[in-house]
């Protein structure tokens, strides 16, 4: 991150501003009836505003000035839980904006044919669709999410990743997939564009940032579903408390039956509208904390389901390990010099591109200062490495050196008369089980020795190990490597489980089985041969350099191309809901004091023994009713900033969790009402409001 | 209060606690289909009733299946015994030529009956005939109870059941909770009730020269002793006689008292442990039921202290309403005291507070003592217990489903704060268990509410208060909290057999029965389908302390929340104004 996008402060005057502006606008009945709770809220607001006007005639059934305190202040509460979720949404347009900058007039040249040759024509970026070939050429923006086809490019994508490093991007392999709005630095690349105008990931992402096209998750649809009940509870509780009110008056023949004002602050003080109001707030302001980690998201489902993973694939290499194995040991086999073997070794990797290759070279140039030879005049033919024959190697004339599997050259030298010396195998076993990979080398029929690969892990990937086992998420390492390898790596890593000598079938089966028992399967990785596995898993983050392939079955795409942020992920995804939790428990929580507030002010005309339940001793009836209300609005406003930021989430046991969260959020919520309708009665008893 | 009240009390708990064990693990079999050593018995009548009925016990039900079978089977009954009150004129077993009932008090009977609400508008003994107290009353106790244990059963197997698109089947619940469970049960209680001089006979009723002379007294008989052991055991409540178990014939002696109370809870609080045992985790079981005794206790506590503080206007007056110790101070003798208005001297203060607890914990709603009298605080109790939605014990069967729905909140909410999609015993928590668990909690309080405030406003029912003022207001509260939770329990002042109360209570029995029963086995069903998510570290324990004090937290909060200000405008005041003057 290097704060590429400036997310408004929540005091920002203008800020503020847009969403005083926003919350008028929303108080319109269509924008209210997708919440229950502040629905009732809005129509209790129009009660007492009437209510009030019918006061001003002289009809009222109570003081018009306390009238329109109370019908102001229940206003005041439909506007702060619009306020919240403007602010929510707010920061996430200023972030959608920046996104959509980059975008913006980008003009493509389409080509007929996919060939950089072939006849092209000037269109729009917008006017592209799935399927259609562009050329891109240093300098120009790449008009819309696609895959390289032909061609190679440096490519700033920091307008979507912040990272400032230009990335190279290829066709073929694990490096072609390219993001719209990103820009090609040098040389040319002729895309195939992967997505439908609207569709794109960027597209996707500003979405759910700005909260228009943002679907209720299903955590979220259960909670609105209880808040709905506890408000038709209430509902039916102030709506009989009307005739149980008239049958008290009547029957004590004292005192005034309850006004409809004080019912309707009763019913709104006890609805749940501290997390109804900010409830939309704290959905979107999680995408917006996602956004912040530098992680797309297609869908908020995702979001929460990670919060609920219990176990986590990795791949191996470039999540575990730092990207390939190095050469770090020339070990010869019995009678043979470690200068011979290192010589062979040397010829035999000159012409291998491949990381292992060009490490054995580095390796052989540090420990005896072999060169680079020019071998081609020795008559040199290479033989690449294919997963057939599984080694690799170089003909010199009669020489035959070859470099491979342990299995591989010893059926190469069997077939020539050789043996394959025991004590290169013990060699090799020891390796193998080190963790390391073992790559032997041979000249005709003599196994000249054994080189040792080893695995580099990445710094500091023990301790997000460890994080994510506080967190009760279980790894499991994927790899192709043989199960000594895998086992010992694994050991060294600290993952808990792994999966040796994967193939991409093996893989999706091991995401099914753990399906089966019921675990929720997270998996991260980036190569093109794991997107049936993605697409598979519940939580799938692909890489930002990975291929294309894999981002589109993903549902989750990490910008910084940080395989670990997952742990990141999962932190916001629970974080999320306990931020709904906590704001719940504080909801109802609260209701006990108000009902001490209300309800000896409603009837202690009636009956002058219910005083005694006004255990606040609020200065008269009007102000406790009054204080109550207050104390319900403000307390909207005072959480905003809990529902955007999110409740901390530590990686502590469940139990403990739970036991801090009912601490602080449900006995909190049982005592800060008591104190602040106290406070709010002190001022406005003081003030003489009321 | 008394050492002798206390000793009581700590012995029955004790008792409960010691029997929920066995029998919780023996009614577990009886589910499971496990051998039973009754086969040997109550085999062959088992198998001759599927085969009459031409039913396969093995068939498996979807819930809708299941729920359409208990729906239909319950109507029928209902059916049954209404045409049975309207016609007992005509039929045998009726020395007492009782006629016909009323339309709308047979309408309130059946409905009572059949919802295992036992809410009695009419006087046993002055009313029905031997033959609509047993074939019909009687038959109901049965049937309602096995009916509530059965849909526990089929949310037992939901929840621990993995992709499976079936209950379980209602008829082999049906038949076998009957034959194994309440059968022998109350065939063993009935005998046990004889011995201690409970009435059992045909015979008309008795008439008794009096010694001063004038017209010969009425002693009413009949077959009690039958019935009363299923209606305690069964959590009815339905008195054979009016007096209920204050009457001599149905409660003769302190031993009898004892066990008639440990019956009202024993099956309740031993289902707790069949639902550790048949999840195969016992610790549950535990839990839920460490959590109803906690709340248990602990009313019954106030109520005790409330009783036996007594009303200090009398105290005023000179009516000593203090504990006295008998000369030389031995505790054992200490003359209770308290207020003893409308309880038997021979239970008081103790076993009348802890019957009154008991039976409305437990939706059982037979009395031995009047709860109108109690004081204002003493009566709040009972009340409270209903309307905490019958969750603390409850009814058998219908306690545990109706505490799992709070479960089901409870989980909901502990679920989100510990940053988890919620979860309970592996089972996913989703939006469709929530609605239904809402609709469950939500129907019974919306009922109670209603209920009270169209009485209010109704001329009809403010004739039938015994009270004026505050205390008629509580009257009314009480009944529908009572009708609607499928209680059964009356506050003895209420002349509730009036069309307004039978039909609208009618009507609050039937959907407070059922229309928190069906949610249930939709839950069960849903659930059911679901896979089972192992546990891991960062799965929520429902086992622990902290747990079952958060479940008592939702189910006190919810209930206190729903019913304050209606019980501020009733036994609230009237407390206050008993205090304070």
Not at chain 1, 347 to 356: F, K, M, N
Not at chain 1, 611 to 626: D, E, K
Not at chain 1, 654 to 672: C, E, K, S, T
Request: neutral net charge; hydrophobic residues 50%.
């Amino acid at each position: 991150m290097n704060g590429k996008i400036t997310r408004p402060s929540l005091l920002d005057p203008r800020f503020l501003m847009a969403g005083m502006k926003e919350s008028v606008k929303r108080l319109r009945p269509r924008d209210q009836v997708g919440n229950p709770v502040m629905f009732t809220v809005w129509v209790g607001s129009l009660l007492t505003t009437a209510l009030f006007v019918q006061a001003l005639f002289g009809h009222g059934e109570a003081p018009a000035g306390f009238i329109f305190a109370v019908a102001a202040w229940l206003w005041f509460t439909v506007l702060f839980a619009n306020y919240a979720t403007a602010a929510a949404e707010g920061r996430g347009k200023a972030q959608a904006r920046a996104l959509r900058a980059a975008r913006q007039s980008i003009k493509a040249r389409r080509l007929k044919e996919p060939r950089r040759d072939a006849t092209a024509e000037e269109v729009d970026a917008e006017a592209l669709r799935k399927g259609d070939i562009v050329l891109i050429e240093a300098g120009q923006a790449i008009p819309a999410d696609g895959e390289i086809i032909e061609g190679i490019a440096y490519v700033d994508e920091s307008a979507v990743t912040g990272e400032s490093a230009p990335v190279i991007r290829e066709s073929g392999g694990d490096r072609g997939g390219v993001t719209g709005g990103t820009r090609v630095l040098s040389d040319w690349i002729v895309v195939r564009v992967t997505v439908d105008p609207g569709e794109s990931f960027l597209d996707r992402m500003i979405g759910l940032v700005e909260g228009a096209r943002r679907q209720k998750t299903p955590n979220e649809i259960a909670l609105s579903i209880l808040l709905a009940a506890l408000t038709i509870i209430f509902l039916a509780v102030c709506a009989t408390l009307l005739p149980m009110s008239i049958y008290s008056v009547r029957e004590a023949g004292a005192g005034k039956v309850a006004t409809l004002t004080a019912l309707v602050a009763l019913f709104v003080c006890l609805a749940p509208t501290t997390i109804g109001g900010l409830l939309a707030a704290i959905g979107i302001a999680g995408m917006d904390r996602l956004l912040q980690a530098n992680v797309l998201a297609t869908s908020g489902r995702a979001v929460e389901a990670a919060g609920d993973v219990d176990t986590l694939l990795l791949d191996k290499t470039g999540t575990i390990t730092l990207g390939n194995r190095q050469a770090t040991e020339f070990i010869p086999a019995p009678g043979v010099d470690e200068k011979e073997l290192a010589d062979a070794a040397h010829l035999s990797s000159l012409a291998d591109e491949t990381p292992e290759g060009r490490s054995i070279v580095v390796l052989a140039k540090e420990r005896f200062g072999l060169r680079g030879r020019d071998i081609q005049p020795l008559g040199a033919r290479f033989l690449p490495f294919t997963a057939q024959t599984r080694m690799s190697g170089v003909d010199l004339g009669a020489r035959t050196i070859r470099k491979g599997a342990a299995d591989a050259i010893g059926a190469f030298v069997g077939a020539q008369g050789g043996r394959f010396p025991a004590e290169a195998r013990v060699v090799v076993e020891t390796i193998a089980k080190d963790g390391g990979t073992p790559l032997v080398v041979a000249d005709g029929a003599r196994v000249l020795g054994v080189i040792r690969l080893k695995d580099v892990l990445k710094g500091g990937i023990a301790e997000r190990f460890a994080e994510l086992r506080r967190m009760g998420i279980k790894t499991v390492m994927i790899t192709g490597d043989n199960p000594l390898t895998a086992a010992a790596i694994a050991a060294e890593a600290g993952v808990d489980d792994f999966l040796a000598e994967a193939t991409p079938e093996k893989k999706l089966e091991l995401i099914r089985q753990c399906q089966t028992e019921g675990r929720l399967v997270a998996m991260t990785c980036d190569g093109t041969n794991y997107a049936p596995a993605l697409a598979q898993a519940d939580v799938a983050v692909a890489i930002n350099d990975g291929a294309q392939a894999a981002k589109e079955a993903g549902n989750m795409v990490d910008l910084d191309s940080n395989p670990t942020k997952l742990v990141e992920i999962v932190r916001i995804g629970k974080q999320l809901l306990i931020t709904r939790g906590a704001l719940t428990t504080f909801s109802v929580a609260n209701d006990v004091a108000k009902y001490f507030a209300i309800i000896p002010a409603v009837f202690a005309s009636t009956y002058p023994q219910l005083g005694a339940l006004n255990v606040m001793r609020l200065a008269t009836p009007q102000s406790a009713i009054l204080s109550a209300v207050i104390f319900n609005a403000l307390i909207i406003i005072a959480l905003i900033p809990l529902a955007i930021k999110g409740v901390r989430y530590r990686a502590v046991s469940a139990a403990r969790l739970l036991r801090d969260n009912v601490l602080l959020y449900g006995v909190g919520g049982l005592i800060a009402p008591f104190l602040g309708i106290k406070l709010i009665d002190v001022l406005l008893t003081a003030l003489r409001l009321a | 209060m008394t050492v002798m009240g206390v000793t009581q009390i700590l012995i029955y708990l004790a008792a409960l606690v010691a029997l929920a064990k066995p029998l919780g693990a023996y009614m577990a079999r009886v589910y499971e289909g496990s051998p039973l050593w009754l086969e040997k018995a109550f085999g062959p009548i088992e198998r001759l009733i599927y085969r009459l009925s031409g039913i396969d016990p093995r068939a498996e039900m979807a819930w809708r299946t299941y729920a359409a079978a208990m729906l239909l089977f319950n109507l029928a009954g209902m059916a049954v015994l209404y045409l049975l009150l309207r016609m007992q004129g005509r039929l045998p077993l009726n020395p007492q030529h009782m006629g016909a009932m009323r339309p709308d008090t047979a309408f309130n009977i059946a409905a009572s009956f059949s919802t295992n609400t036992n809410w009695q508008n009419y006087s046993g003994e002055a009313s029905l005939s031997y033959l609509t107290q047993m074939a019909g009353l009687t038959v109901h106790n049965f049937l309602s109870a096995a009916t509530g244990m059965a849909i526990l059963a089929a949310l037992i197997r939901g929840l621990k059941r993995r992709l499976c698109a079936t209950v379980g089947n209602f008829w082999f619940d049906l038949v076998r909770g009957t034959l194994y469970i309440l059968l022998p049960l109350s065939l063993a209680f009935a005998l046990f009730l004889v011995s201690q001089g409970v009435v059992q006979t045909f015979r008309p009723y008795a008439r008794a020269a009096l010694v001063e002379g004038g017209q010969p007294q009425t002693i009413a008989l009949g077959p009690a002793a039958s019935q009363i052991a299923i209606k305690q055991l069964g959590t009815n409540g339905g008195g054979f006689f009016n007096a209920n178990s204050a009457h001599p014939f149905e409660n003769p002696t302190p031993l009898s008292n004892f066990f008639e109370v440990l019956a009202i809870l024993v099956i309740s609080a031993a289902l707790c442990h069949t639902l550790g045992e048949m999840v195969g985790d016992a610790r549950q079981g535990w839990a839920l039921l460490a959590a109803m005794m906690i709340v248990f206790v602990g009313l019954l506590a106030v109520c005790l202290w409330a009783e036996q503080a007594g009303n200090p206007r009398l105290a005023a007056l000179g009516v000593d309403p203090r504990a006295l110790e008998a000369e030389g101070g031995d505790p054992l003798w200490t003359q209770a005291g308290g207020n003893m208005e409308g309880k038997e001297t021979r239970f008081g203060i103790a076993n009348s507070v802890l019957w009154a607890t008991a039976t409305t914990a437990a939706s059982n709603g037979s009395v031995n003592s009047m709860h109108d009298s109690y004081t204002p605080l003493g009566g709040l109790i009972p009340m409270l217990m209903m309307q905490l939605g019958e969750v603390i014990f409850g009814g058998v069967g219908s306690g545990l489903y109706g505490m799992l729905l709070f479960v089901i909140v409870t989980v909901f909410l502990a679920g989100l704060m510990v940053g988890r999609t919620p979860e309970y015993l592996g089972k996913k928590i989703g939006a469709y268990e929530m609605k239904m668990a809402s609709l469950g909690i939500l129907v019974p309080a919306l009922l109670v509410l209603g209920g009270t405030a169209l009485g209010v406003m109704n001329a009809s029912a403010l004739a039938g208060r015994a009270n004026p003022g505050a205390h008629g207001l509580s009257e009314i509260l009480y009944a529908f909290s009572s009708m609607a939770n499928n209680n059964g329990s009356a506050f003895a002042g209420l002349d509730a057999n009036r069309p307004f109360y039978n039909l609208l209570g009618g009507m609050a029995m039937l959907i407070g029965r059922y229309w928190v029963a069906i949610p249930t086995l939709a839950i069960a069903g849903s659930l059911a389908r679901k896979r089972t998510v192992p546990q891991g570290p960062g799965t929520l324990p429902t086992h622990g302390p902290l747990f079952v004090c958060l479940l008592i937290a939702v189910v006190l909060i919810v209930g206190a929340l729903t019913f304050l200000p209606a019980l501020a405008l009733g036994p609230i005041v009237e407390q206050l104004r008993m205090m304070g003057g």
